[in-house]
C-alpha cells in the first residue's frame, strides 16, 4: 500500500466539500457525545453497529447530514471505535479517549468503496460533482480509499491509498551501518562495511524551525495584535500557518531525501530505541524541531518498499558507556562529556562515534550475523 496527495484546483465548488467536512465534524461531535452518555449509563463500550444503525436513522431526518455520504459516516464511527479500544488498553501509558473537535478545524472525511469516480485525465466525481485536482503523477494500481483533507489555510487535498503493484527494485550493498540520535548532530553513522567513506560520519540537522524562528515570533506577534473576528487577523492567521507550514515541508523534504540516501548505501540500518516523550520533556522545542519520530515513521516505510531492514537496539542498552575495543562499561557518563578513554584498553572514544558503533554490533549480533564490527580499528574524528 501506498498513499499519493493530489491538490484540488481553487474553485466555488468546493466550498461543498467543505461544507461536508463540517457536516462530518458535526456527527463525529454527535458520536462522541452518544459514547460519553452510553458510558456514564452503563459502564461499557457503545458497540460499533449499533451507533451506525442509529446514526443512519438520524441521517435521513436531517438533510445537512446527509452531505456526507453512509461510507465516510461509517469510517467516523469504526475511527472512533479504535481510538476508544487504544484508550481502554494503553490509558495507563498516557493515552487519552477521543474528545470533542471544533467544527471549522475538522480536517477530512474518507471513502472507501462507493461515493467517487475518476473520470479520466484530472477529474474525479465525488457525490454527484465533478472536481479537478493537480495531478503530479499517474495513479497506478487499485484505488482503496479516498480522503478529502482541509489544511487549517482552507486548502483542500485528496488523499488516496493504493495497493502498490509495482515495488520498487532491491539493490543489494552488502552493508550494515548503526546510527546514533544526537541534539548537536543529527545522526552519526558507522559503517564496518565502508570504514574510509562512512565510519564516523556526522550528519548535521538544518534545523528548519530555528532558522525560521525571527519570523515566526514576527508572524505570531502581527496575529495577536489583531482584533478578535476582524479580516486583518484571520488574514494573520493565514500568514503564520504559512510560515509553519513551510517549515514542515522542508523538514519532510529533506527527511525523505535522507531516507532514500540511506536506504540505497546500507541494507541493515541499526538505531537505538528512543523515550520521545521523555527527550521532549527535557529538551522540548529542539526535539521537536529534530524530529526524530517523524523521520522513524518515513525511513521505515521507505526501507520496506526497498526490501532493507531495520533493526532497534533496547534503550537501555549503554551504547554511550561502552567501550566499542574491549567491552568495558562505565558506571557514569555525564552528557557534557563528549569523548572519554577507556580505563581497560586505553582507547579514546568519541561519544557518539563509539554509540553508533556499539549499536551497530549489537544490532548484527540480533539478527544472527555475529560481531563484525570489532573487526575494524576505531575511526579517528
Known amino acids: ?30 458520536c462522541i457525545a452518544l459514547h460519553k452518555r452510553y458510558y456514564r449509563m452503563w459502564g461499557k463500550h457503545l458497540n460499533c453497529a449499533k451507533l451506525q444503525s442509529h446514526i443512519a436513522k438520524l441521517r435521513k431526518r436531517n438533510q445537512f447530514w446527509q452531505l456526507v455520504g453512509s461510507q465516510a459516516v461509517q469510517d467516523i464511527c469504526q475511527r472512533i471505535k479504535k481510538a476508544y479500544q487504544l484508550f481502554f488498553k494503553h490509558n495507563k501509558k498516557g493515552v487519552k479517549p477521543p474528545g ?28 454527484s460533482r465533478v472536481y479537478q485536482f493537480w ?11 479516498l480522503a478529502i483533507k482541509r489544511t487549517p489555510l482552507g486548502e483542500l487535498f485528496m488523499v488516496l491509498v493504493v495497493e502498490d503493484v509495482s515495488p520498487e527494485v532491491e539493490v543489494k550493498t552488502g552493508r550494515i551501518a548503526g546510527f546514533d540520535f544526537g541534539l548537536k548532530t543529527f545522526l552519526t553513522c558507522f559503517s564496518s ?9 556526522t550528519i548535521e540537522s538544518p534545523q528548519f524551525f530555528k532558522q525560521s524562528l525571527n ?33 514542515s515541508h522542508r523538514r519532510r523534504d529533506w527527511f ?16 537505538e530505541t528512543l523515550s520521545l516523550k521523555g527527550m521532549q520533556r527535557l529538551w522540548g522545542r529542539k526535539i521537536s524541531d529534530l524530529a526524530f519520530g517523524e523521520f522513524l515513521e518515513i525511513l521505515e516505510w521507505v526501507a520496506k518498499n526497498k526490501s532493507k531492514q531495520i533493526v532497534f537496539v533496547d534503550r537501555w542498552y549503554p551504547s554511550s558507556k561502552t567501550c566499542s575495543s574491549c567491552g568495558h562499561i562505565l558506571e557514569n557518563l555525564d552528557l557534557s562529556v563528549r569523548e572519554w578513554r577507556c580505563p581497560s584498553c586505553q582507547s579514546v572514544n568519541g561519544r557518539d562515534e563509539n ?26 574524528v
Request: charge should be positive; include cysteine.
Open 1 to 30: 500500500m501506498k498513499t499519493l496527495k493530489f491538490k484540488l484546483y481553487a474553485h466555488k465548488r468546493n466550498r461543498h466539500l467543505k461544507r461536508t467536512i463540517n457536516a462530518a465534524g458535526v456527527i463525529y461531535n454527535h
Open 100 to 127: 470533542f473537535k471544533k467544527v471549522k478545524k475538522y480536517k477530512s472525511f474518507t471513502l472507501k468503496q462507493a461515493g467517487y469516480k475518476f473520470l479520466g485525465g484530472n477529474r474525479v466525481k465525488i457525490g
Open 135 to 145: 495531478k503530479s503523477r499517474e495513479i497506478e494500481g487499485t484505488v482503496k480509499t
Open 193 to 201: 562495511g565502508d570504514a574510509t567513506r562512512t565510519g564516523g560520519t
Open 215 to 247: 519570523a515566526i515570533k514576527k508572524a505570531s506577534s502581527q496575529h495577536s495584535k489583531k482584533l478578535k473576528g476582524s479580516s486583518n487577523r484571520e488574514r494573520a492567521r493565514k500568514n503564520l500557518v504559512r510560515k509553519y507550514e513551510d517549515i
Open 256 to 271: 525523505w531525501k535522507l531516507a532514500h540516501e540511506l536506504t540505497d548505501r546500507f541494507d541493515i540500518l541499526c538505531f
Open 355 to 380: 554509540a553508533a558503533r556499539n549499536i551497530q554490533m549489537v544490532g548484527t549480533s540480533t539478527i544472527g550475523l555475529g560481531d563484525v564490527s570489532r573487526v575494524v580499528p576505531a575511526i579517528a
